[in-house]
């Protein structure tokens, strides 16, 4: 009877571990896509005023196109059509005149099933003198980034690196995006979860002067969409932060209201950030975001040419901005270093679970000590009985 008992507690055990594992498994052979990079495509050379990336990412039955460019204010674009065959337009000509709309298209148009893009609009610098970490006054000049002196793209497939400078001082801000065959996730801090449907940005700012010995940073970003606007932030909350030491929150930016199912579209992050390039967990320095605001989506149009091109002149816009640090946490000028990380897709966002490795302690946690009792029981049992016993965990003394 007891030993039935404690069979079942290990049973109860291994069951537990082994089917959580299998479903954390079971997403591995989902979806994959192959990649395709083109460089300003169709085009002979290099363009005036900045790249053009395409990146084909066909599916099974369909094509999700990435397209990320410096024609202003960088901007990473996804479309997905229901087809294996869309293909990008670009009228040159218009294109870098960055005046006209409809000189980036997506054909055949019909198959377009939805589209967003995200645009990285400013940076901006305050006195943190009270060291406060609130960005109320003390304000300096915010770098436009459409004003930048971007480079050429640097390309390493699945990954694109856009790094530019402002005019008038030292140091670059960098935008290195990366695109995904499969299911996964980055090998970097924060180690953010990925699916087929999205792709990460990683926006640093490597030796930027400060303009005061107290300077905190903050990056305003933009959100444009074809069918359904980017509104809402919703906080994912998790006791699980094996891949990302000391983060317990996902962020997700959602195209739909009130985080119903038909997310169409996301932005997601986790509110970290990190002060060196090779980053250790003491170089971690939390973030804070604004909630979204519409905005004027003509100023967005004339900031990115690839936004005017897709979207027209005047495109539902809304952004909000991420702040790099906490009342305490050392200044901009301790590393001169700050990067952080960002998914943007469509489709829903992924969902982090809990890793093999928790679920096998809280396993071990919840369920040994019930089975070392039993262990214990039927120890005493089979003591106190003369003769021989049948049970199964004889040889443990
Ligand atoms: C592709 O389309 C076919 C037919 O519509 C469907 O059976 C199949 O599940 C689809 N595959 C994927 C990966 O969506
Ligand atoms: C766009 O700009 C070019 C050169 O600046 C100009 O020739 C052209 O007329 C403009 N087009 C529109 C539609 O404004
Ligand atoms: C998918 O593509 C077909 C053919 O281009 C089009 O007729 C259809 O409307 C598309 N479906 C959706 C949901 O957009
Ligand atoms: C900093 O604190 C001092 C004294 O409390 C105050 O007078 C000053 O206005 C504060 N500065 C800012 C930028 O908050
Ligand atoms: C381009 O990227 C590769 C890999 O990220 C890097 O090693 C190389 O230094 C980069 N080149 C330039 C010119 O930035
Ligand atoms: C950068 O600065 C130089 C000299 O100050 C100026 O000639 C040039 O037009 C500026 N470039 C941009 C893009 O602002
Ligand atoms: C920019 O860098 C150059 C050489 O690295 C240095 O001489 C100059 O002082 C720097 N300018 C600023 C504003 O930091
Ligand atoms: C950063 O600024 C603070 C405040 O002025 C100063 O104490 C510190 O030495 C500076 N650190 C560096 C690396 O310049
Ligand atoms: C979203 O939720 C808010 C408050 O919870 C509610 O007022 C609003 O009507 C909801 N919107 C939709 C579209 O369900
Ligand atoms: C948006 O910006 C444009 C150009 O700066 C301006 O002409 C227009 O009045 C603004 N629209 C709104 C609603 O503020
Ligand atoms: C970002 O912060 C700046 C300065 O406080 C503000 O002017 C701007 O409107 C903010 N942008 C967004 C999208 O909230």
């Not at 040994?368 to 003394?397: D, H, M």
């Amino acid at each position: 009877m007891a030993a039935d008992r404690s069979r079942m507690g290990c049973c109860w055990l291994f069951l537990f571990v082994f089917s959580s594992s299998q479903c954390l498994s079971s997403g591995a052979d989902k979806s994959s896509r192959k990649l395709s990079m083109e460089l300003n495509p169709g085009y002979p050379s290099k363009p005036h005023g900045g790249d053009l990336l395409h990146i084909r990412a066909l599916g099974d039955n369909d094509t999700l196109h990435f397209l990320f460019c410096s024609q202003g204010a960088p901007t990473l674009l996804l479309v997905h059509t229901n087809t294996t065959t869309s293909t990008v337009k670009v009228d040159w000509d218009k294109f870098v005149e960055r005046n006209t709309t409809g000189s980036l298209k997506v054909e055949p148009e019909s198959s377009i099933l939805y589209s967003n893009a995200l645009v990285i609009t400013r940076l901006l610098e305050y006195n943190d003198i009270n060291d406060t970490a609130i960005p109320t006054s003390d304000l300096f000049p915010p770098y436009d980034l459409q004003n930048f002196l971007w480079a050429r793209l640097n390309l390493s497939a699945p990954s694109a690196q856009l790094c530019g400078t402002p005019n008038s001082t030292n140091g670059s801000l960098c935008v290195e995006l990366t695109a995904f065959e499969t299911e996964g996730r980055s090998s970097s801090w924060p180690r953010l979860l990925h699916n087929t449907d999205s792709s990460q940005l990683t926006v640093s700012i490597d030796g930027l002067s400060p303009r005061a010995s107290h300077s905190r940073f903050l990056l305003e970003v933009q959100a444009v969409s074809g069918a359904s606007s980017l509104r809402q932030v919703d906080e994912i909350q998790s006791i699980d932060d094996e891949f990302t030491p000391s983060i317990f929150k996902v962020y997700q930016w959602v195209s739909s209201v009130n985080g119903s199912s038909d997310v169409l579209g996301f932005v997601q992050w986790k509110p970290v950030a990190y002060r060196k390039t090779n980053a250790a967990l003491e170089d971690a320095t939390p973030c804070r975001h604004s909630s979204p605001e519409q905005q004027n989506g003509t100023v967005t149009a004339v900031a990115s040419g690839l936004i005017r091109a897709f979207y027209g002149e005047s495109p539902e816009t809304f952004g909000l901005n991420v702040s790099f640090g906490l009342s305490g946490d050392p200044f901009y000028n301790s590393t001169q270093f700050l990067s952080w990380t960002l998914l943007v897709g469509v489709g829903s966002p992924p969902v982090e679970s809990f890793s093999p490795l928790v679920i096998t302690i809280m396993a071990a946690g919840l369920g040994a000590p019930f089975v070392f009792l039993l262990l214990g029981g039927i120890f005493v049992c089979v003591r106190k009985k003369t003769g021989t016993s049948t049970t199964a965990y004889e040889p443990i003394n």
